[in-house]
């Protein structure tokens, strides 16, 4: 059965744009290849997500999820493969079967690289973050590490040096691959240290991070660098080229207009997934709200045609 509303993700962006779906009286359906919530069923702690004082990504994620199903919203454990424009709508191809929406947000979020050295897993959310404005104020007056070499790693850095005592900022190569402007605000910042060629190792703790270890590049030798944070800022994964016959990206992330609207119509593009600048957890919701109700609005253009 074809679903008005069909919506590729199961996180913020892609829960929003259910709410507001079923709200305007849409049938919705939801594929989530993963696990419900997207990344930010990973954080320990949320302290900026609006009304709420703090709490576990794992739990405002249920609770989104919660408010949708409980208001209809039907939903499969699968990973959308491709899309097609048909006739009636939009037909997307999944590992397990085809589904129909007449209209379809894409909702796919992003991955954080990983190092995928020892210790990453077990101290993510423990010391180890890949998310300077999410978590960095956890770390206030401790000393963190940042590793990374460009511009998010930088902002991390800048960031984090108004709460913290000391940041060191780590790279891989023996530059940065970054903005001026950001280079010179690093140089005039009195609590942060650089220190090229240095390949992360291992993160090291108890139950908390309390060290990493490196190799110098040049000279093989082992640094440990004691910390309670690290941000580890190599960039970001989006997956989006299985839709790229029907919507632009712009270095993996899907073109929109400021109403979600791809270059399909009735195919709107919501959360990280997108291109745009900032990367939050209210920002998706924003983003999967704003597709709901252009959406709609383009169903209801084609149905009185
Ligand atoms: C560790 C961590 C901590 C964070 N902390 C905060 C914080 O404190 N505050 C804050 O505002 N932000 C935080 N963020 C950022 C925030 O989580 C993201 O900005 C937000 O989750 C983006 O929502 P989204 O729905 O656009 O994408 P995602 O959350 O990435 O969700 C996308 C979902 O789509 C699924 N998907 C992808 N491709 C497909 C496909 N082909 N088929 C089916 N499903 C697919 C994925 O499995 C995923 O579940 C944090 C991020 C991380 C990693």
């Known amino acids: 059965m074809s679903a008005d509303i069909l919506i590729i993700g199961g996180g913020p962006a892609a829960l929003t744009a259910a709410l507001y779906s079923l709200r305007g009286g849409c049938s919705v359906k939801f594929l989530e ?24 990504g794992l739990e405002l994620s249920n609770q989104m999820f ?16 491709s899309i097609e424009k048909t006739p009636q709508g939009f037909l997307v191809h999944g590992t397990y079967g ?10 796919t979020g992003v991955k954080h690289r990983h190092l995928g050295i020892p210790g990453e897993d077990k101290f993510l959310g423990h010391g180890v973050s890949y998310c300077a404005v999410c978590d960095g104020s956890f770390y206030a007056g401790k000393d963190v590490v940042v590793i990374g070499d460009a511009n998010s790693a930088l902002q991390y ?10 940041v060191s900022l780590i ?48 000279t093989k030798e ?44 009735g195919l709107f593009a919501a959360g990280d997934c997108r291109k745009k600048k900032w990367r939050q957890v209210i920002t998706a919701c924003g983003d999967g709200a704003t597709a709901s109700l252009s959406a709609q609005h383009y169903l209801s253009v084609i149905s009185s045609k």
């Open 33 to 56: 290849k993963e696990a419900i919530g997207g990344q930010i069923a990973d954080s320990p702690r949320v302290e900026n997500y609006p009304t709420i004082s703090e709490i576990s």
């Open 66 to 81: 919660e408010q949708v199903t409980s208001l209809g919203a039907d939903f499969d454990m699968d990973d959308a493969q």
């Open 222 to 265: 082992l640094v440990t660098v004691p910390c309670a944070g690290a941000f580890v800022a190599i960039g970001q994964i989006p997956d989006n080229d299985r839709f790229g016959n029907l919507v632009d990206l712009d270095r993996g992330y899907i073109v929109t207009d400021e109403d979600m609207a791809t270059r399909t119509p």
């Open 171 to 218: 790279t891989l190569f023996d530059c940065f691959f970054a903005d001026a402007p950001l280079v010179k605000a690093l140089g005039d910042c009195p609590n942060i240290s650089v220190t090229h060629c240095l390949s992360a190792q291992s993160f090291n703790g108890g139950s908390n991070l309390e060290s990493i270890t490196f190799q110098n590049t040049n």
């Open 157 to 166: 850095a800048l960031f984090l040096s108004k709460t913290c005592h000391h």
């Open 98 to 107: 085809d589904y129909e929406g007449r209209a379809v947000i894409l909702a």
